[in-house]
């Protein structure tokens, strides 16, 4: 090995016992040590194996005694730790776990009239003392054997069936004729409501309106040939208008009137022309 | 579905029949279509424009419910005469909104001249009516 100055001086600071050892093998073995040495470690354990056998081996009589030590080293030592309690001390020797004689043949029929002594205290309401000692669970003789019978009838009970008779189309129609006919007429009755509450003595709306129509569509002819007879001689009256002397002087205007030979071929003639004008009667009006 | 569409075309028809009820005899109705053309008539020939209508109408709807209130059984030269006299109590009124006497003057005949025309209208229709009727009136 090459010795090192650093590594050395190292070692030094490290450990200065270690760094005076010379780094000679120390480990060495005399020549041929391992030439031998099977046979050495061999021998040597055939030597040993009786050795170890022996040590496990006890005296003659060895367990004779044991247990009767062991419990005599127990027991002292016992007695010496019981010296200072006073609590087991009392009970030295006593045994704790014992009971009276016979306790366990009544203990179960004790143990159950403790228990139906505590269920009594419990169970002190008026309700269950009525009951007491009375099987409510029973049913009447049979019960069973018509039970589902009587269940299934109850409810396969009917619900009370209101028959609704089937109307004949006829009273849906007349119905609806009805509705519809209260509608129409409610309808007719706002309208004519709606005209009569036109005061007479104002120009009524609709009338400015319809005037204001026939001259912007210039169609008073149009309209003049709609007005019928009774509407004319209506009108006429309410403008107190003498309405046949009228009608006479509307034909004499019109040089409509007969020609005197016509009178004189036909004495009907003034007739055919009252009666044309529908004024048969003159004097009535 | 059936019946909803019963009922739907029950309401329409009882709705057009409630309108035909309405366009049916209305004596108001009517007389107000006659009242329409006389209207119409009286503006044109007078040439009524807005402003005058607007004031015009009114007093002569006053004029024309005066007019009606006269008896129609008194004597006829009576009766004759009250409407003239509402004619003339009118005319001082009508002349304000019309501007001249002149115009109001035509107002007047413009007013006869409908009636006329509501005259013979009436007799054409009478005659047309007749004549078509005579021959078998003859026969």
């Given at each position: 090995m090459h010795s090192n100055v650093n590594i050395q001086n190292e070692l030094k600071e490290l450990n200065s016992i270690l760094a005076t050892?010379?780094?000679?093998?120390?480990?060495t073995v005399p020549d041929?040590?391992?030439?031998a040495i099977s046979h050495d470690i061999l021998m040597a354990v055939q030597q040993d194996t009786p050795q170890v056998m022996d040590k496990n081996s006890v005296p003659a009589?060895?367990?004779?005694?044991l247990a009767d030590s062991i419990m005599g080293k127990i027991r002292s030592e016992v007695a010496e730790e019981n010296e200072d309690s006073a609590l087991l001390a009392g009970l030295k020797?006593?045994?704790?776990y014992q009971v009276p004689?016979?306790?366990?043949?009544?203990l179960a029929t004790a143990i159950i009239a403790r228990i139906n002594v505590g269920v009594d205290e419990e169970e002190s309401s008026t309700l269950l003392d009525s009951i007491?000692?009375?099987?409510?669970y029973q049913v009447p003789a049979?019960?069973?054997?018509?039970l589902s019978e009587a269940i299934v009838s109850k409810i396969e009970k009917p619900a009370k069936v209101i028959e609704m008779?089937?109307?004949s189309s006829f009273f849906r129609y007349a119905a609806a004729a009805a509705i519809t006919g209260i509608i129409g007429l409610s309808v007719i009755s706002v309208f004519n409501k709606r005209d009569t509450t036109i005061d007479p003595s104002l120009p009524a709306i609709d009338v400015m309106a319809k005037a204001s129509d026939i001259l912007k569509n210039n169609s008073f002819d149009k309209e003049l040939s709609t007005v019928s007879d009774a509407d004319l001689v209506n009108y006429l009256k309410e403008s107190g208008e003498d309405v046949n002397a009228a009608l006479v002087a509307s034909v004499e205007e019109d040089n409509n009137l007969p020609e005197q030979i016509d009178y004189m071929t036909d004495d009907k003639t003034l007739d055919n022309l009252l009666n044309e004008l529908n004024i048969a009667q003159p004097a009535t009006n | 579905m059936k019946h909803i569409l019963l009922l739907i075309t029950l309401l329409i028809g009882s709705i057009s029949f409630a309108h035909a009820q309405e366009d049916e005899p209305d004596p108001v109705k009517r007389e107000q279509k006659i009242k329409a053309l006389y209207v119409a008539y009286v503006t044109q020939q007078l040439n009524l424009n807005e402003t005058e209508a607007q004031k015009f109408w009114p007093l002569h709807s006053q004029f024309d419910g005066e007019i009606r209130s006269v008896?129609?059984?008194?004597p006829e030269l009576e009766r004759q005469q009250r409407i003239l006299n509402i004619k003339k109590s009118y005319q001082d009124r009508f002349a304000k909104i019309l501007g001249s006497a002149g115009r109001t003057d035509n107002f007047y005949r413009v007013d006869a001249e409908f009636r006329k025309k509501m005259v013979d209208k009436l007799r054409q229709l009478r005659q047309q009516n007749n004549r078509n009727q005579r021959p078998n009136r003859r026969n």
């Open positions: 050892v010379s780094n000679m093998n120390v480990y041929g040590y391992f030439d009589g060895y367990f004779d005694g020797g006593i045994n704790v004689a016979g306790y366990f043949d009544n007491k000692g009375i099987n409510v049979g019960y069973f054997d018509n008779k089937p109307r | 008896d129609h059984n008194l």
